[in-house]
């Protein structure tokens, strides 16, 4: 017989059944915590992404069916992405602000079969400009290339004002130029729109996890890199400086992307506002689960769950994942 050992405090106890370990859970994920995002096309076709198993390009009617589809699984939020056709493409992106372009008439069709879907617009110029830039870019006298802020910024504004005007509840700038947030607020709130939400990327890393997306819009830069715009990864005390100025200049809602490998930024800024705050788990977090599941290494459902449960845990209040049909369909299940 083994010696009993003298221990009043096991913490085991508060583990030793399901219910128990329902009574003790901190964390709990819901399908209303996800933003479902979403590629479109100007086709008839839903094309399936190769660098994005299980997602696809959307056609409007692909689109709407497929909200519908997350909307049983209750979901209630989605964001969009575009695929522009190259010709639409100039150096100053001014597809983005087209009235008939493609993200307009997906927000309305959307609207129209789900008016509570919140719909999310993404704010940046890198799938409309030539230069696969998410600003406008010019060559400076030595040669090296320059992505210029205020004179983006002003078309960021005419692009959330042309999202406002189509019906989006949110704008959400992911083009990390300096004043951007303010100059938004100050543009929909002029055209009336001052129930229009700002979704701010507000920590955005200079990430290789946006590998898979670039592939699937045709977005990477055709020149240079991001890394004059979005963060460096090593720093984390200018997240918290970007946090200062987006909740000052109006934004409703901060996200810090990429989420899994960002976790404790999420948790500082979690911290240091008020505001909500989202996390995006990016495409390259999205494939690396997908692939590893593809050869039997990992459970899918599993490890998807523990990655997003993850993020919540360190203080995200809303998580964008291509997950989040699959996932709130499971929650709801079970
Ligand atoms: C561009 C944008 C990117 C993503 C969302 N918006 C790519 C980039 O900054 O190059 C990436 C999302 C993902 O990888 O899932 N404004």
């Given at each position: 017989?083994?010696?009993?050992?003298?221990l009043?405090i096991?913490p085991?106890?508060n583990?030793?059944?399901?219910?128990?370990?329902?009574?003790?859970?901190?964390?709990?994920?819901?399908?209303?915590d996800?933003?479902?995002?979403?590629?479109i096309?100007?086709?008839?076709?839903?094309?399936?992404?190769?660098?994005?198993?299980g997602?696809?390009r959307?056609?409007?009617a692909?689109?709407?069916?497929?909200?519908?589809?997350?909307?049983?699984?209750?979901?209630?939020?989605?964001?969009?992405?575009p695929?522009?056709?190259?010709?639409?493409?100039?150096?100053?992106?001014?597809?983005?602000?087209?009235?008939d372009?493609?993200?307009?008439r997906?927000?309305?069709?959307?609207?129209e079969?789900?008016?509570?879907?919140?719909?999310?617009?993404?704010?940046?110029?890198?799938p409309?400009?030539?230069?696969g830039?998410?600003?406008?870019v010019?060559?400076?006298?030595?040669?090296e290339?320059?992505?210029?802020?205020?004179?983006t910024v002003?078309?960021?504004?005419?692009?959330?004002l042309?999202h406002?005007d189509?019906?989006?509840?949110?704008?959400?700038?992911?083009d990390?130029?300096?004043?951007?947030?303010?100059?938004?607020r100050?543009?929909?709130d002029?055209?009336?729109?001052?129930?229009?939400?700002?979704?701010?990327?507000?920590?955005?890393?200079?990430?290789?996890?946006?590998?898979?997306?670039?592939?699937a819009?045709?977005?990477?830069?055709?020149a240079?890199?991001?890394?004059?715009?979005?963060?460096?990864?090593?720093?984390?005390?200018?997240a918290?400086?970007e946090a200062?100025?987006?909740?000052?200049?109006?934004?409703?809602?901060?996200?810090?992307k990429?989420?899994?490998?960002?976790l404790?930024?999420?948790?500082?800024?979690?911290?240091a506002?008020?505001?909500?705050?989202?996390?995006?788990?990016?495409?390259g977090?999205?494939?690396?689960?997908?692939s590893?599941?593809?050869d039997?290494?990992?459970?899918?459902?599993?490890?998807?769950m523990?990655?997003?449960?993850?993020?919540?845990?360190?203080?995200?209040?809303?998580?964008?994942?291509?997950?989040?049909?699959?996932?709130?369909?499971?929650?709801?299940?079970?």
């Amino acid at each position: 017989m083994s010696q009993r050992l003298n221990l009043p405090i096991r913490p085991r106890r508060n583990r030793k059944n399901a219910a128990v370990r329902g009574l003790s859970r901190e964390t709990v994920l819901t399908p209303q915590d996800l933003i479902y995002p979403l590629f479109i096309h100007e086709d008839e076709s839903d094309d399936a992404i190769e660098s994005m198993p299980g997602c696809h390009r959307w056609s409007l009617a692909g689109l709407v069916k497929e909200v519908g589809e997350a909307y049983s699984a209750g979901v209630r939020a989605v964001v969009f992405f575009p695929k522009i056709e190259e010709e639409l493409k100039t150096s100053k992106g001014e597809e983005c602000f087209n009235p008939d372009g493609l993200v307009p008439r997906a927000i309305k069709a959307v609207k129209e079969a789900y008016p509570d879907v919140v719909v999310i617009t993404d704010v940046a110029l890198d799938p409309y400009n030539s230069d696969g830039h998410d600003g406008i870019v010019v060559e400076g006298d030595d040669g090296e290339l320059k992505i210029l802020n205020d004179e983006t910024v002003e078309v960021l504004c005419r692009q959330a004002l042309c999202h406002a005007d189509a019906g989006a509840d949110i704008v959400s700038p992911s083009d990390m130029m300096d004043g951007r947030v303010g100059a938004i607020r100050a543009a929909l709130d002029s055209a009336g729109h001052e129930d229009v939400s700002i979704l701010s990327y507000t920590a955005k890393y200079a990430s290789a996890y946006y590998g898979p997306f670039r592939g699937a819009l045709d977005s990477a830069p055709k020149a240079g890199d991001k890394k004059t715009y979005q963060m460096d990864p090593a720093n984390s005390r200018e997240a918290l400086r970007e946090a200062d100025l987006d909740v000052a200049e109006g934004a409703d809602m901060l996200m810090v992307k990429p989420a899994g490998p960002y976790l404790d930024i999420v948790r500082l800024i979690r911290d240091a506002v008020d505001v909500p705050v989202a996390a995006y788990q990016v495409s390259g977090e999205y494939l690396m689960i997908k692939s590893a599941a593809k050869d039997g290494w990992v459970d899918e459902e599993k490890v998807a769950m523990e990655s997003l449960l993850g993020i919540k845990r360190a203080g995200a209040d809303m998580i964008l994942t291509y997950f989040a049909k699959d996932v709130a369909a499971r929650l709801g299940a079970s």
